[in-house]
């Protein structure tokens, strides 16, 4: 018979063996060796935390008791890995992106980083958590005790050892879960450690399982005819039951604290999830294999009355095999080792980020500025949390004194963490969920679960008796057990069924009827769409002196030298200059947030941030900013389009203008052989005339009289061309001088229809109104007659009607003169109507007459003269408009 | 008068409506990795329905239980296991991003 002390013996050597491991992985992870600490069998066994003393022992009695109900606890989590692809995926992958911590640190981070639901969650995870603790310290007090039984030396005494055991645990946890702060820097020490348990745990149940089939029973066949031969050999299973309890598995599996630390803090890879999916389940499996074998051969063997959650160590006993015996305790050893530290070192995170953490910094006026390292504060909380928690589970036990009311304390757990499940899920999938929502579930829920679970379930009546019978006054509908009146369901049922439906009901409700803060919105596109975009929300801006406070604080958190290594990271990224410290851009505060909340939880960073950069985090106007960005890029697109409009404008106007000088560059060429024609004309005959009165004899006096004429006539007709081409250059070049004078357009007009017709064929009648022409000029009076002459005899040079009439109509509007020239021809066809005034510009080139300067020159005349002359286009025939300020207007300006 | 290139596919600057068979496959294999859930549920509900030994005679005995239970399970985790080779498979052969970002959600 193994003595106690040989037992106490192994237990220090497998807990020195456990240091050893977590001691080795945490150097070869130092070190950057290790690759395997980092695979997905390393993560699946560490998932294997579900499987506590409570599983490794009390699934062989719930067997002996109830039948195949056991395999509910393993049924649901198989269920979700094997949905890894529904939930687990995206609760990783917003784990990851947000730096979450612990599920407290989800919870809030999702609603707005509150930290008022972040308290609830940890209150409810560390209600549910201490007597879960309990349970495993329990546990291994209970497998002592077999052992101390059959001790001669009989030293043993129960309390003290359940205390040293707790000593142990909260030392180990306290050792390897609080190295680091970073949450995201893995505990590789305590998750290899706790594969290694795994391992253990299910050798040592696989080995007690093969012992018991082929050692005790004989075979496969013989157990098969002793299992249906047993008194719970038949299927006998409530159907509520086994509906509720697969489903509350389930729920704890994601919700449970220890479960989300392993699960998704400690994930590495999101690869490892479809590894885990199929392993996780078949370690499930094998863990459960064995036993309804062991139960029954239990039932058989051992007397009645032996406590059936202890029959994986009395049965190898009772057969005399010592050696089994002690692997098996040291399997239901490692269950409930693995499982205190995990959830010590969860439950430590949420109670000092959330509780201990806020408090702190709430009685600091400015984080910045407090001597000290925050780092120490935070270690020191989380290490006091530890030995808080195991202290608490070790009273719990104590105080209830370790009866069997502690056996179905596993379930109660569970169904108080599942109050989460709700809130969690609609975070994860629902955008419309609020902060509001989530606290009226969780309050709603988490109420239920202590009225009608934890308090009935209590020895020692803290509800009395009547209540639980009558109900609370005497309302009958309020029974604890059997809520409005509905009676006769199992009371595991009962609070599941109630508080779940009550609470989703309240999460809903309220989540409808309320509004969420900027922040929460944000958060919840973010968790929600989260394989969409992975950046977190905006919201902090800061002035370059905050930089160094920043710095001091993080630097407290994170120790000094990740602090600068991030700073010049930061600096470097932003211009180049490693050195200096960084503008705390929205961008750089967004990091920074998110590296500080991996140490102390998403609120506390959140508020540390806020306190030292000035609170204003997320406001309307930023949540415009973002929501603006679409806008944005829609007016930037709009401006684009003016600009293209703009660009299209132009570029139509730069082709109008290259036509022009196209048009006017031709129209040059053409002038310029016109003038060399109407130059080479007169200069022939004067060239032909002069030489037949040189070379020939004997010319009459009338011919020589006739020839000098016509070389007189050609060269009157050069000098003329020339005296226009030189007048049009003087009035350009602006050297005119003008003659000014004053008198009446009747006069001016007189004057020039006599001259325009005199010579012509005097076939042009032109028409005016002698009364209206009554008006006073003060201008350059012969100039303004070159321009009518011009006008007149282009008339009569052009109009192609068979009686050609000019129309003269002159008028005062508003102090202009305007005197307009109509005739009735066909006028002048549209696309030349831009080019007449043009120099060299000849409406149809076959036409004899001038040169094509008659127009430049006037319009050049009537711009000096302060005027100007415009064609009017639709009057019938060529019709221009001269308009030039009167007299009286220029003595008035 | 057509052409014979006239009855090619139009300029690809659309989208085309199917995804390729590839693609396609994958899609219906997350499809059905999504489903496996309900049906492990399903088949572990089954239970509920046979006949306990409150109604007399005609109970189940509990190895045939176990063993169904058992089998179920195995199966799931086998069809788990199959789902995630078929997955690891299709996403190297892509020789692209993570799998788990191709996906679709």
């Not at chain 1, 052992?147 to 055991?165: H, I, K, N």
């Not at chain 1, 702190?360 to 530890?386: H, K």
């Amino acid at each position: 018979m193994a003595t106690l002390n040989v037992l106490i013996l192994v237990c220090l050597g497998y807990v020195v063996l456990l240091f050893g491991v977590a001691f080795a992985a945490d150097r070869m992870a130092a070190v950057g060796k290790g690759k395997w600490l980092r695979s997905p069998l390393i993560y699946t066994l560490s998932l294997s935390i579900y499987c506590t003393a409570w599983t490794f022992y009390g699934a062989v009695g719930n067997a002996a008791r109830s039948g195949l109900e056991f395999v509910t606890i393993y049924l649901g989590p198989t269920l979700v890995m094997v949905g890894w692809w529904w939930g687990l995926r995206k609760l990783v992958r917003v784990a990851r992106s947000q730096r979450v911590t612990s599920i407290a640190d989800l919870i809030s981070s999702r609603y707005g980083k509150s930290n008022t639901l972040a308290v609830c969650v940890t209150i409810l995870a560390v209600l549910g958590g201490t007597p879960y603790i309990a349970l495993q310290l329990q546990s291994i007090t209970l497998s002592f005790s077999i052992f101390a039984e059959a001790d001669p030396t009989g030293l043993y005494r129960e309390g003290s050892s359940v205390f040293w055991v707790a000593t142990g645990l909260a030392l180990f946890a306290i050792l390897f879960g609080t190295r680091n702060l970073d949450a995201n820097e893995r505990h590789h020490g305590v998750v290899t450690a706790i594969a290694l348990e795994a391992v253990v745990k299910l050798v040592a149940l696989l080995a007690v399982g093969i012992f018991v089939v082929w050692g005790i029973a004989g075979g496969l066949g013989p157990m098969m005819d002793r299992i249906d031969a047993s008194e719970i050999g038949q299927w006998n299973v409530d159907a509520s039951r086994w509906t509720t309890f697969t489903f509350l598995s389930a729920a704890a599996f994601v919700c449970l604290p220890r479960m989300f630390q392993v699960m998704v803090v400690e994930n590495d890879d999101e690869s490892h999830l479809r590894t885990a999916a199929w392993a996780f389940p078949l370690y499930l499996l094998l863990m459960s294999l064995f036993v309804v074998p062991i139960a029954v051969v239990g039932l058989d063997l051992l007397p009645e009355g032996s406590n059936p959650d202890l029959f994986v160590l009395t049965v190898p006993l009772s057969q005399g095999n010592d050696g089994l015996a002690v692997l098996s305790f040291i399997g239901g050893f490692s269950s409930a080792t693995s499982m205190v530290i995990v959830t010590a070192m969860a439950l430590s995170t949420m109670v000092s980020n959330h509780v201990v953490m806020p408090i702190w910094l709430n009685t600091q006026d400015r984080p910045g500025a407090v001597p000290g390292d925050v780092r120490t504060i935070v270690l020191l909380a989380r290490r006091v949390s530890i030995a808080a928690i195991m202290a608490l589970g070790y009273f719990y036990y104590s105080l209830s004194g370790g009866g069997a009311a502690l056996a179905s304390i596993g379930l109660v757990a569970f169904a108080g963490i599942s109050q989460i499940l709700p809130a969690l899920v609609g975070g994860l999938f629902w955008r419309g969920a609020t902060r509001t929502g989530a606290l009226a579930g969780l309050s709603v829920g988490f109420g239920l679960w202590i009225y009608t679970l934890l308090l009935p379930g209590m020895d020692g009546g803290i509800i009395p008796h009547s209540v639980i019978e009558h109900g609370p006054f005497g309302w009958g509908w309020l029974r604890p057990q059997a809520l409005f009146g509905i009676e006769g369901i199992d009371p595991m049922v009962h609070t599941v069924m109630w508080s779940l439906l009550l609470n989703t009901i309240a999460f809903c409700l309220a989540s409808l009827l309320s509004f969420p803060s900027p922040m929460e919105r944000l958060q919840g596109a973010q968790f929600v769409n989260v394989f969409d975009h992975s950046v977190a929300p905006r919201g902090w801006t800061g002035s370059v002196a905050q930089s160094e406070d920043l710095m001091i604080m993080t630097q407290r958190i994170l120790g000094p030298t990740p602090t600068q290594e991030f700073f010049q990271a930061e600096a470097e990224r932003q211009n180049g200059r490693p050195g200096r410290l960084p503008e705390p851009t929205p961008g750089f505060l967004q990091r920074l947030e998110r590296e500080l909340s991996g140490s102390v939880g998403a609120a506390t960073a959140h508020a540390m941030i806020g306190q030292i950069v000035g609170g204003a985090s997320v406001s309307v106007e930023d949540l415009l900013a973002v929501a603006d960005e679409s806008a944005q890029m829609l007016e930037y697109s709009s401006q684009l389009e003016a600009k293209s409009a703009e660009l299209s404008r132009t570029a139509r106007q730069l082709r109008e203008a290259n036509a022009k000088l196209t048009q006017v560059s031709m129209q040059k060429d053409a002038f310029l052989s016109q003038v060399s024609h109407e130059l080479r004309t007169p200069m022939t005959s004067i060239r032909a005339f002069s030489e037949i009165m040189r070379d020939t004899d004997g010319l009459s006096a009338d011919e020589q009289t006739r020839y000098a004429a016509i070389i007189h006539d050609e060269a009157l007709r050069l000098t003329r061309l020339l005296d226009d081409l030189l007048d049009l250059s003087v009035l350009e070049s602006g050297q005119v001088s003008l003659n000014m004078g004053d008198g009446t357009l009747r006069a001016v007009l007189d004057r020039a229809v006599s001259s325009a017709l005199t010579g012509g064929g005097a076939t042009l009648q032109v028409r005016r109104t002698r009364a209206s022409e009554r008006m006073a000029l003060h201008t350059d009076l012969d100039r303004l007659g070159q321009v009518f002459i011009n006008l007149i005899s282009n008339a009569q040079k052009y109009c192609d009607a068979a009686e050609p009439v000019l129309t003269i109509s002159a008028h005062d509007v508003g102090g202009q003169m305007v005197v307009d020239f109509v005739d009735n021809g066909s006028g002048i066809p549209p696309d030349a109507q831009s080019m007449v005034f043009e120099k060299f510009a000849r409406v149809g080139s076959d036409k004899a007459g001038g040169a094509g300067l008659g127009l430049a020159i006037c319009r050049e005349i009537m711009q000096r003269l302060g005027g100007e002359i415009a064609y009017l286009p639709g009057q019938g025939g060529a019709a221009f408009r001269i308009s030039l300020p009167l007299a009286y207007q220029q003595a008035a300006q | 008068m057509t052409s014979p290139d006239d009855d090619e596919q139009p300029t690809p600057t659309r989208p085309s409506v199917f995804l390729e068979r590839q693609s396609y496959r994958r899609r219906r294999l997350a499809d059905a990795a999504r489903l496996l859930p309900f049906l492990g549920a399903a088949m572990l509900a089954l239970p509920l329905l046979w006949p306990d030994d409150s109604g007399g005679a005609g109970a189940v005995p509990l190895s045939s239980a176990m063993f169904y239970i058992f089998a179920c399970w195995g199966a799931l985790i086998l069809i788990a296991v199959l789902f995630g080779i078929a997955a690891r498979r299709l996403s190297t052969r892509d020789g692209s991003a993570p799998e788990a970002d191709q996906w679709p959600r």
